[in-house]
């Protein structure tokens, strides 16, 4: 086990920068999640740290020891790095003990060991007694075990996932996360876990890197991300979040300042210090927007759509102030907003984005 420094890197492919001065920390045992949309530069960071990549600029640690810099690079195989994919990659040949046991065999571990170490990695995944099992008779989460248990064997400082669950349905997704959490505890592997599904990161994390074409917008716990996004696209990229523009009027001594929001005031949390302004924005949680009645202070619009999906409505309103907006927020049961209908909101707190 081993913790993980990725400091200052970018990464060109010719003149096109695919990473731009990413720095991340993963401490030992942690589980990291690097989180963002297609083409955000998720699987460059992956094979940097694998070492089938090289930096451009900046250093790669593991264990504190560099592995990747302009002018080094330490090859894969002697990086003691298990690596998890998508799309499994096993022998379809072999069992699932020698796929399991095959780096071994390389390694000309001698056959009890070997057997030994196979048995221990299937004990760990929950998979005893499947050894002689072939990977055609398995289930796509079984096999995403049996990949899993290939990369423990080896007895990795460090655990890269890339996407492990996207080929799976979304039922067994769920099973397979408490897999991997459960995992990671049994073991206590730092994982580096990359995603471009914000609930599974938020399901496994202890932190997510969230990034945005190439470069690393914010690193800090699931409930920090949520209630406390650093920018606009973290704000909208984790559970959707509501961004408003508002006029930061005064800030407070208690962590909250008084706003401006379509004419309204509005008492938003924010960071230390962050002061008045004209044309910030606001990050509101659904479940903090509340349907008002007309006394009552908040914001007059028309509902505009309504998606019910089980359980709860999605909504759509357009504020009558302002035209470009449109807020997304959702209903429990019992659903009693409608197409058409005019409704008063209030955003009970919300979350200043810092300039
Ligand atoms: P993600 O995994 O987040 O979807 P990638 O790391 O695969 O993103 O790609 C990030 C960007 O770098 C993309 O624009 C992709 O086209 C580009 N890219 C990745 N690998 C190469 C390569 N070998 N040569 C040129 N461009 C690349
Ligand atoms: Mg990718």
């Given at each position: 086990m081993a913790g993980l420094t990725i400091d200052n890197v970018t990464k060109k492919f010719q003149s096109f920068a695919a990473l731009k001065n990413v720095s991340i920390d993963v401490r030992e045992g942690e589980f990291l999640a690097v989180l963002g949309p297609s083409g955000c530069g998720k699987t460059t960071l992956l094979r940097i740290i694998a070492g089938f990549e090289q930096v451009s600029q900046g250093e790669v640690r593991i264990g504190g020891k560099v592995v990747s810099s302009s002018n080094f690079n330490v090859s894969p195989e002697k990086r003691r790095i298990g690596i998890v994919f998508q799309?499994?990659?096993?022998?379809?040949?072999?069992n699932v003990a020698e796929n399991i046991g095959y780096s071994l065999k390389v390694a000309k571990v001698p056959n009890a060991e070997r057997e030994q170490r196979v048995a221990e990695a299937l004990k760990l995944v929950d998979m005893e007694g499947y050894g002689e099992r072939a990977p055609a008779n398995l289930s796509g989460g079984q096999r995403q075990r049996v990949a899993l248990a290939r990369c423990l064997v080896a007895t990795p400082e460090l655990v890269l996932f890339d996407e492990p669950l996207a080929n799976l349905d979304v039922h067994l997704r769920a099973s397979m996360e408490d897999e991997f959490a459960d995992f990671h505890k049994r073991s206590g592997t730092t994982v580096v876990y990359i995603t471009h599904d914000q609930s599974e990161a938020m399901a496994l994390a202890d932190r997510i890197a969230v990034m945005d074409h190439g470069q690393l917008v914010q690193l800090d716990t699931p409930h920090k991300l949520y209630?406390?996004?650093?920018t606009p696209m973290v704000a909208s990229f984790i559970s959707q979040g509501i961004v408003l523009p508002v006029d930061v009027l005064a800030a407070g001594t208690d962590g909250t300042c008084a706003a401006n929001l379509f004419g309204q005031p509005l008492s938003l949390r924010c960071r230390p210090g962050d002061g008045p302004r004209a044309g910030a924005l606001a990050c509101c949680r659904s479940e903090a927007v509340k349907i008002v009645?007309?006394?009552?202070p908040g914001f007059d619009g028309t509902i505009t759509r309504v998606v019910y999906q089980g359980g709860l409505a999605r909504i759509e309103f357009r504020p009558d102030?302002?035209?470009?907006r449109i807020v997304h927020f959702v209903q429990p049961d019992p659903v009693t907003l409608e197409v058409g209908q005019t409704a008063r909101l209030a955003f009970e707190g919300g979350w200043l984005i810092p300039a």
């Amino acid at each position: 086990m081993a913790g993980l420094t990725i400091d200052n890197v970018t990464k060109k492919f010719q003149s096109f920068a695919a990473l731009k001065n990413v720095s991340i920390d993963v401490r030992e045992g942690e589980f990291l999640a690097v989180l963002g949309p297609s083409g955000c530069g998720k699987t460059t960071l992956l094979r940097i740290i694998a070492g089938f990549e090289q930096v451009s600029q900046g250093e790669v640690r593991i264990g504190g020891k560099v592995v990747s810099s302009s002018n080094f690079n330490v090859s894969p195989e002697k990086r003691r790095i298990g690596i998890v994919f998508q799309n499994y990659a096993l022998w379809p040949h072999m069992n699932v003990a020698e796929n399991i046991g095959y780096s071994l065999k390389v390694a000309k571990v001698p056959n009890a060991e070997r057997e030994q170490r196979v048995a221990e990695a299937l004990k760990l995944v929950d998979m005893e007694g499947y050894g002689e099992r072939a990977p055609a008779n398995l289930s796509g989460g079984q096999r995403q075990r049996v990949a899993l248990a290939r990369c423990l064997v080896a007895t990795p400082e460090l655990v890269l996932f890339d996407e492990p669950l996207a080929n799976l349905d979304v039922h067994l997704r769920a099973s397979m996360e408490d897999e991997f959490a459960d995992f990671h505890k049994r073991s206590g592997t730092t994982v580096v876990y990359i995603t471009h599904d914000q609930s599974e990161a938020m399901a496994l994390a202890d932190r997510i890197a969230v990034m945005d074409h190439g470069q690393l917008v914010q690193l800090d716990t699931p409930h920090k991300l949520y209630h406390e996004p650093a920018t606009p696209m973290v704000a909208s990229f984790i559970s959707q979040g509501i961004v408003l523009p508002v006029d930061v009027l005064a800030a407070g001594t208690d962590g909250t300042c008084a706003a401006n929001l379509f004419g309204q005031p509005l008492s938003l949390r924010c960071r230390p210090g962050d002061g008045p302004r004209a044309g910030a924005l606001a990050c509101c949680r659904s479940e903090a927007v509340k349907i008002v009645n007309t006394d009552a202070p908040g914001f007059d619009g028309t509902i505009t759509r309504v998606v019910y999906q089980g359980g709860l409505a999605r909504i759509e309103f357009r504020p009558d102030a302002t035209s470009d907006r449109i807020v997304h927020f959702v209903q429990p049961d019992p659903v009693t907003l409608e197409v058409g209908q005019t409704a008063r909101l209030a955003f009970e707190g919300g979350w200043l984005i810092p300039a």
